[in-house]
């Protein structure tokens, strides 16, 4: 249970909750949404208590896309799409003009539009969270709640998500608050942060959080640690031999260093040290020079010199 919880979201904002497991993300969006009552204390929507609204006027306000299965094979994707004109058309379900104009401009605005007239079950999970996603826009609410949206989505999907609750927020005005465990990409691309921790929230501009150390705080355990610098998770290295790394300042160099430490050696700058790895760029042809006590060896890409250094460590 949440103690001390008093926030507010401000129009126009993409919020990211974000908390360990089991710390009770989805149980904050729905008490938030109305769909269960708060232990205790109140939600208030826009300065009224959210019990006090009816539950089609609730409707009119709120989206909520949850993480449930979609359990809709035999129906179009406009069909699931038009049941977020529910709250406007009434139990009889019949579309007017303006409904489907506004069905059909939400699944422009997620570009599902060319799957309209396919089986939910024909399409993929990224457009099927698409399809979701769209019938919440249909429901012409300017505050749109989603339960981990890029859950069981390939990288690609997951940022095509992303970029697409920003294009509601920033182009269309809508206030969103999504859960998620992609840390990395909501620190990335949400305008605040409402993180969990110990029955409380604490929250900020992603930047913030990181500054102030609260994520390190929450998420650092024995074997994972959390890079302040580069906003990102690591496992914990356990580093053995050194190593040098000359060359200039470039990305391939960068990533060697990134290499280097993967492999569990630690860098140091001294110029005679051996062993010792020398990128060499030569117009767009870069070249990795290990040199060790019995003489120096030519590698034409990283993965080779992973497995001369293995060797060296075996």
């Known amino acids: 249970m949440l103690e001390s919880v008093n ?4 129009p126009g904002e993409l919020i990211a909750l974000i ?10 969006l729905r008490t938030l949404c109305g769909l269960q009552e708060p232990l205790s204390g109140n939600v208030l929507l826009y300065h009224t208590y959210i019990r006090k609204y009816a539950i089609s ?33 009434g139990w009889l379900g019949k ?16 570009g599902i539009v060319d799957k309209q007239h396919e089986f939910i079950d024909e399409i993929s999970d990224g457009e099927r969270q698409r399809t979701m996603i769209a019938r919440a826009l249909a429901q012409n609410t300017e ?17 095509e998500i992303f970029h697409l609750l920003q294009y509601l927020t920033r182009d269309k005005g809508k206030t969103i608050i999504f ?22 929230i604490k ?9 102030s150390g609260e994520l390190e705080g929450i998420f650092n355990t024995e074997k994972v640690q959390f890079d302040q610098r580069n906003a990102s998770f690591t496992i914990k290295k356990i580093f053995g031999d050194t190593i040098g790394l000359e060359g200039d300042e470039s990305i391939e160099k960068e990533w060697t260093a990134k290499a280097l430490e993967r492999l569990g050696y630690r860098i140091e700058k001294d110029k005679d040290k051996i062993p010792s790895v020398h990128v060499l760029k030569s117009g767009e042809k870069t070249i990795w020079k290990l040199q060790k006590k019995s003489g120096s060896v030519e590698l034409k890409n990283i993965y080779e010199l992973s497995l001369h250094l293995r060797k060296m460590l075996n």
């Open 19 to 28: 908390g360990r497991n089991g710390s009770g993300k989805s149980t904050l």
């Open 203 to 211: 929250y900020g501009a992603p930047e913030d959080l990181i500054l």
């Open 95 to 110: 579309l007017s003009w303006e409904d489907n104009a506004i069905v059909l401009e939400a699944m422009e605005g997620v």
């Open 143 to 159: 505050l749109i709640y989603l339960d981990e949206p890029t859950a069981f989505l390939d990288v690609i999907n997951r940022f």
């Open 7 to 10: 926030i507010e979201v401000h």
């Open 57 to 89: 006027e609730r409707a009119r306000k709120i989206a909520y896309v949850s993480t449930d299965t979609i359990h809709a094979g035999h129906m179009k994707v406009k069909d699931l799409v038009a049941l977020g004109r529910t709250p406007y058309t």
């Open 179 to 200: 859960s998620t465990h992609d840390i990395h990409a909501a620190l990335a691309e949400a305008d605040g942060i409402w993180l969990i921790e110990n029955k409380n």
